[in-house]
């Protein structure tokens, strides 16, 4: 009885994952953004954390004029308006879309496809060889001390 066996990663498993590292990235980055906006527009921190963070980010959706309203006390009294703080909210994503385009280029340079690939100066595409490439190899005639592989028009190789 053959019992057919999947050693790979379970897709709800995979999927439970990635919602984790979606929303704790979404966390961080709102918690950044209040940080940052607390500091350029009060020129204070802003004395919360992630967990105060989260709580605001729940809440952000009742208060999208007025962000403050969002957060608690103290951090609420320490955040500017709204303009600010959406500046700041878009200066974090505009990082957050920075980084991993960054990260997105040099991941896909390590995985560069054979045909682009370069080895010591010299592509490694695979191709027939051209009269400039055997130039070195070529002569009029056969000499002593060297073997004759082959004819290239009038030269020998």
Known sequence: MNVHR????????????????????????HWLAASLAALVGQ???????????????QQLSKHWSDPRRAWA?????????PVLYWLSVAVVLA???????????YRQRRHEPIDRCRRVGVDTQPRL?????????????PETGRLVLGRWGRRVS
């Open 95 to 105: 990082a957050a879309l920075g980084a991993l385009l960054l990260w997105l280029k």
């Open 129 to 141: 060889a051209k009269t400039r490439d055997l130039a070195p190899l070529l002569g009029r005639e």
């Open 43 to 57: 020129r204070r921190s802003l004395d919360a954390g992630l967990a105060e963070s989260f709580s605001a980010l």
């Open 73 to 81: 006390e103290p951090a609420a009294s320490n955040l500017p308006g």
């Open 6 to 29: 999947d050693d790979g990663p379970d897709p709800l498993e995979t999927l439970a994952i990635g919602a984790l590292v979606v929303f704790g990235v979404v966390s961080v980055g």
